[in-house]
Nanobody, 117 residues
Framework: QVQLVESGGGLVQAGGSLTLSCAAS????????MGWYRRAPGKERELVAS???????NYADSVKGRFSISRANAKNTIYLQMNDLKSEDTAVYYC???????????WGQGTQVTVSS
């Protein structure tokens, strides 16, 4: 079992920045990858960014160059630095973790990010 707790969402003006955090607890030794998904109103959930245990990262095309995912292993925490935010970034952002060998996916409770234009 893995528990994920997110923080850092809020309201920001377009062009501004926010940093999301996700702290993992429980069976953290089995985490293979962590990352962020988002769901905007009326849209499907989409991958924003992910980072694997070995450090490889992946980003949605829509956030490349603006968002950066990182981790602090000692704190079992990942971060999503979001710069140059746009109104289309408004969504609920969910942290997720994938554990091995079962490839079970765990989700956080979600944190709202609202970008005002």
């Amino acid at each position: 079992q893995v528990q994920l707790v997110e923080s850092g969402g809020g309201l920001v003006q377009a062009g501004g920045s926010l940093t999301l955090s996700c702290a993992a607890s429980g069976s953290i030794f089995s985490i293979n990858a962590m990352g962020w998904y988002r769901r905007a109103p009326g849209k499907e959930r989409e991958l924003v960014a992910s980072i694997r245990r070995i450090g490889a990262t992946n980003y949605a095309d829509s956030v490349k160059g603006r968002f950066s995912i990182s981790r602090a292993n000692a704190k079992n925490t990942i971060y999503l630095q979001m710069n140059d935010l746009k109104s289309e970034d408004t969504a609920v952002y969910y942290c997720h973790a994938v554990i091995t060998p079962s490839y079970t996916v765990y989700w956080g409770q979600g944190t709202q990010v609202t970008v005002s234009s």
